[in-house]
């Protein structure tokens, strides 16, 4: 943090009136132990000491919940390297170290993997022999329904693997190219061993479609963005580019303009001149940085609107909701068990359970 940016941040401290509030919103928003260290920075002593201790044991925790987390992580690529298998981790430890450049920085939930749908029955044995339990088992056996995601269950309970495909990633307007991502994958330091995740480039888009898919609902994958995108050699013309294959620029327009706004990431001023020439991203920008702190349900029709704006063109954005809107996935099949000629009707009954407001 620059000089200039400490004085700003300590006059901004000063007007705190409720710390409880403060310490309650990163705590939600899971970015506790980032805000601690830039508290440090700017003279501790703006917080009350009890606020401060409170960001304190947030971060340690934090720290030490990623470095087994981490532990685990390293253990399953070495496990699926040595079965041939293409797993590639993403977004919680990786991302950590390869945007923020220190484990203990990001909090994260799970562990995120990606492996194209062929390998799927190798990594669920895999997985399997290191004790992770399959949510869905069923579903893991070739020609089964396709989940949101394979969600394998840790012994501990705290944390659970969750491994996507080509086809589990519904939420980008076309199925991902996994060979042209595998193709410039990069090493990140974890757990004293080189990993490979996707590369930065990639990995902007990947977020951006994330952050999409939940409504931008925490202020932590909007700090990803920034984190993601300050790298001196951040390549913004393949960033785009591999957007723009996947159609997914509007949701990384979105991404841009949250991160520059809210957050003065540093994006040059042609990248933002570009995301702001998108003046439906402008909207759903602003739309998400008013109720990030005061978020309120989102009508059914609303998120179906939300969808289909996300995608530019009103045909491929009208397909693209439709899709979402239709494609069942493992809560459906859990709330509602057919027999299997009767499968098809589950593309009927979703939409009416998302109408009546039963997750997205």
């Excluded at 934090?62 to 981490?70: E, P």
């Excluded at 949510?135 to 969600?151: K, N, Q, R």
Aim: net charge positive; aromatic share 8%; charged share 25%.
């Amino acid at each position: 943090m620059s000089e200039g940016q400490q004085e700003a941040l300590r006059k901004l401290l000063a007007t705190a009136q409720d710390w409880r509030i403060v310490l309650h919103a990163a705590r939600g928003h899971r970015v506790a132990a980032l805000c601690y260290p830039q508290l440090l920075a700017a003279g501790g002593c703006a917080a009350p000491p009890e606020i401060l201790e409170g960001f304190r044991r947030q971060a340690i925790a934090t720290a030490a919940r990623n470095l087994r987390l981490a532990s685990r992580l390293a253990e399953v690529i070495s496990n699926a390297e040595r079965a041939g298998i293409e797993l590639v981790p993403y977004k919680g430890p990786v991302l950590a170290e390869m945007a923020y450049g220190n484990l203990g920085l990001r909090e994260f939930v799970d562990l995120d993997f990606i492996v194209p749908q062929r390998q799927l029955a190798e990594t669920a044995k895999v997985l399997g022999e290191l004790g992770y339990r399959s949510a869905t088992p069923a579903l893991v056996e070739e020609g089964s329904p396709i989940p949101g995601e394979y969600v394998f269950l840790a012994d501990e309970g705290d944390f659970q693997i969750e491994v996507h495909t080509e086809f589990t990633l519904r939420h980008f307007p076309v199925p991902p190219d996994l060979e042209s991502l595998m193709c410039t994958l990069r090493p990140v330091s974890l757990a004293g061993r080189p990993v490979f995740t996707f590369s930065r480039e990639d990995t902007l888009t990947l977020l951006a479609v994330h952050g999409s898919k939940d409504f931008w609902a925490q202020l932590l994958w909007i700090c990803d963005i920034v984190a993601l995108v300050r790298e001196a050699g951040f390549d913004w013309d393949r960033a785009l580019a591999q957007a723009g294959r996947m159609r997914c620029r509007r949701m990384v327009n979105v991404a841009l303009l949250l991160a520059g706004d809210m957050l003065d990431a540093p994006i040059p001023a042609s990248m933002k001149r570009r995301a702001e020439a998108d003046a439906v991203a402008g909207e759903h920008a602003r739309w998400v940085a008013e109720r990030l702190f005061a978020p309120r349900p989102i009508a059914p029709w609303g998120q179906v609107r939300y969808r289909m704006r996300m995608v530019e063109g009103f045909w491929p954005g009208m397909r693209y909701a439709t899709r979402l809107a239709t494609t069942p996935g493992a809560d459906d099949w859990n709330r509602v068990r057919l027999p299997g000629r009767l499968r098809f009707a589950y593309s009927l009954i979703r939409p009416l359970r998302l109408f009546r407001g039963q997750n997205s």
